[in-house]
């Protein structure tokens, strides 16, 4: 993986020393608030309901074992005891203390971490597939591309003062697991019909207020102009974005405002100034950042193993958590484990300091010595031997980390919502845990197969919800938490936006109205269709009729719980 250069070393360094005397000089009371709104949120720090977030980045989702027993000290240390990973593939501390910000970034620069450009109106962490590198679909790893991205981002003067936020996705594989489509820009890799790599771009997508799936802008761009294609996309955005009002200043709005043949012609002009200058990519500088990416020292194996097939067959649970949690690896010998957050019970992307520990010593044991973070709030150990399976699957389940629900119901994405977040309008987590209990069956959860269900706390969409088979937002009502259900919403190749299908509902009424949304999808289900073929091929009304009930419309019109 990366490891920082004199350049990293310096600027990490410079940053801490400038913010530790601006902490120090808002304690006492030389900067006021307002003040200092600005210079801690340039570092990460966010003012949340009950104290200071703190926002770690994780580019590209990579961290070594240092890198995450470094969390686990900091949960210990400066929290209480946990963190949490989001779907930015960064992690947050949510407990946080003023005066101690300044300690806890010299300890994280000490692993060559920071929180530089995890707030704030710049270019934020960009993120890919958290299988880059081992992923059997993979057409390149992307993570060099992504690694250059963040080298050319940090700090750069011109980017330094957007309009709003701007975030980038970059994606190797034919399968699209970095959610290109709902991102500022989307990188995707491709080849053309002479093998050359390149990338189809995507602009001017995103969710929050104004959910917008990207459009492209680009069918086929040669590697090598991929840093100033995408400088010229950020100038015509950051000379003509909106700066006079927040909820119109993404790049979406300034696409969808004067469409996209119109923003193509003004970003193909600014290039023409740019396209063969400094910024152009060589095969050097290529060469360069890639040699931080070289293969694993890999054993030479057989494709399986005569105890993991034996096992395999014998034991119900081991097999189970097979299905969901590994998946294919490109070399011989090995697969790549998905580590669930999503334990019923537990906040989903949340993991305890002694979690942090054990996956790190995981790792260290068995992967390398490496992580990847996923959008969907859980851990991969990239590079594990078949015939280590077993027993990592022993281990996982001691430590509450081996639930066989990757791509199921209870595999919910879900941001820390009116627990936490000054922001939300209602609370995300209890609907998260009241579903997740209302659905704790696994041979149930299997036979629905894959489903995706993501939760929001407010239109800022940090769960994602728009693009979750299942969406759920939450709304404030007359100063009460409801929640809005969408249907229909899907990343990946075949990205879509949910569709609201009606009315919110109470919190009490959530896990039972995901139960009749079910009882549609298992009785128009054709054999093994997914749950998200099922809602494009018969369309929201079928839900919405069965959702909305006789009982549930009386109650709606008295303001009551359908299902008390």
């Known amino acids: 993986?990366?490891?920082?250069?004199?350049?990293?070393?310096?600027?990490?360094?410079?940053?801490?020393?400038?913010?530790?005397?601006?902490?120090?000089?808002?304690?006492?009371?030389?900067?006021?608030?307002?003040?200092?709104?600005?210079?801690?949120?340039?570092?990460?720090?966010?003012?949340?309901?009950?104290?200071?977030?703190?926002?770690?980045?994780?580019?590209?989702?990579?961290?070594?074992?240092?890198?995450?027993?470094?969390?686990?000290?900091?949960?210990?240390?400066?929290?209480?005891?946990?963190?949490?990973?989001?779907?930015?593939?960064?992690?947050?501390?949510?407990w946080i203390n003023l005066e101690e910000t300044p300690d806890i970034l010299a300890e994280l620069a000490s692993v060559e971490m920071h929180a530089i450009q995890t707030s704030g109106n710049c270019i934020r962490n960009t993120t890919s597939d958290e299988f880059a590198g081992v992923a059997a679909d993979e057409i390149i790893d992307p993570r060099p591309y992504a690694e250059i991205i963040r080298e050319w981002s940090t700090f750069?003067?011109?980017?330094?003062?957007?309009?709003?936020?701007?975030?980038?996705?970059?994606?190797?594989?034919?399968?699209?697991?970095?959610?290109?489509?709902?991102?500022?820009?989307?990188?995707?890799?491709?080849?053309?019909?002479?093998?050359?790599?390149?990338?189809?771009?995507?602009?001017?997508?995103?969710?929050?207020?104004?959910?917008?799936?990207?459009?492209?802008?680009?069918?086929?761009?040669?590697?090598?102009?991929?840093?100033?294609?995408?400088?010229?996309?950020?100038?015509?955005?950051?000379?003509?974005?909106?700066?006079?009002?927040?909820?119109k200043a993404r790049i979406k709005i300034l696409v969808k405002a004067i469409g996209i043949e119109e923003f193509r012609r003004q970003v193909e002009a600014e290039w023409l100034d740019i396209k063969d200058g400094p910024g152009t990519l060589t095969v050097e500088e290529l060469a360069r950042v890639s040699a931080f990416f070289t293969m694993p020292a890999y054993a030479s194996l057989p494709a399986t193993d005569a105890a993991f097939e034996q096992a395999k067959t014998e034991n119900k649970a081991f097999s189970n958590w097979l299905a969901r949690n590994v998946k294919p690896h490109k070399v011989p010998g090995y697969a790549a484990v998905v580590l669930s957050l999503k334990k019923t019970g537990v906040p989903p992307g949340d993991a305890t300091a002694e979690q942090l520990d054990f996956m790190a010593d995981l790792a260290d044991r068995y992967s390398f010595s490496e992580l990847r973070v996923t959008h969907e709030q859980n851990v991969v150990l990239a590079d594990v031997k078949i015939s280590d399976l077993y027993t990592v699957w022993q281990?996982?389940?001691?430590?509450?980390?081996?639930?066989?629900?990757?791509?199921?119901?209870?595999?919910?994405?879900?941001?820390?919502?009116?627990?936490?977040?000054?922001?939300?309008?209602?609370?995300?987590?209890?609907?998260?845990?009241?579903?997740?209990?209302?659905?704790?069956?696994?041979?149930?959860?299997h036979d629905i197969g894959d489903i995706e269900l993501n939760i929001s706390?407010?239109?800022?969409?940090?769960?994602?919800?728009?693009?979750?088979?299942?969406?759920?937002?939450?709304?404030?009502?007359?100063?009460?938490?409801?929640y809005q259900v969408s249907i229909g919403g899907a990343q990946g190749n075949e990205s879509s936006i949910g569709k609201i299908i009606g009315p919110s509902f109470s919190a009490h009424q959530m896990p039972t109205v995901i139960e009749r949304v079910l009882q549609v999808y298992v009785r128009d289900r054709i054999e093994d269709e997914r749950f998200i073929?099922?809602?494009?091929?018969?369309?929201?009304?079928?839900?919405?009729?069965?959702?909305?009930?006789?009982?549930?419309?009386?109650?709606?019109?008295?303001?009551?719980?359908?299902y008390a």
Request: charged share 25%; with cysteine; proline share 3%.
């Open 457 to 482: 706390g407010c239109i800022n969409a940090c769960g994602h919800h728009h693009v979750g088979n299942i969406g759920i937002l939450g709304v404030d009502k007359d100063g009460a938490e409801w």
């Open 533 to 562: 073929d099922t809602a494009r091929r018969i369309g929201v009304t079928p839900f919405k009729e069965h959702v909305y009930a006789t009982p549930i419309k009386a109650a709606h019109a008295a303001g009551e719980d359908a």
């Open 156 to 247: 750069h003067p011109e980017f330094a003062y957007l309009p709003r936020k701007f975030k980038i996705a970059i994606n190797g594989a034919v399968e699209d697991r970095a959610a290109t489509a709902v991102h500022d820009i989307g990188l995707h890799v491709i080849k053309n019909e002479q093998g050359e790599i390149g990338f189809r771009i995507l602009v001017g997508g995103g969710m929050g207020r104004t959910p917008i799936l990207g459009s492209e802008i680009r069918d086929f761009l040669p590697w090598q102009h991929a840093m100033t294609y995408m400088e010229a996309i950020l100038r015509v955005y950051n000379q003509y974005g909106r700066r006079d009002n927040i909820y």
């Open 395 to 445: 281990e996982a389940k001691a430590h509450g980390l081996a639930t066989p629900n990757i791509g199921l119901l209870t595999d919910i994405i879900c941001c820390p919502g009116g627990d936490f977040c000054s922001l939300a309008n209602a609370k995300s987590i209890p609907i998260a845990e009241a579903i997740a209990e209302r659905f704790d069956n696994l041979d149930f959860q």
């Open 1 to 94: 993986m990366y490891r920082y250069d004199q350049y990293d070393h310096q600027i990490v360094k410079e940053r801490i020393a400038q913010y530790r005397d601006q902490v120090r000089r808002r304690l006492s009371g030389e900067l006021t608030e307002d003040e200092f709104r600005i210079l801690r949120l340039q570092n990460g720090l966010y003012m949340q309901r009950h104290a200071y977030m703190l926002r770690i980045a994780v580019p590209y989702g990579l961290l070594s074992s240092t890198q995450v027993r470094m969390f686990g000290h900091i949960a210990r240390k400066y929290d209480r005891g946990y963190g949490h990973f989001t779907t930015r593939q960064n992690l947050q501390f949510n």
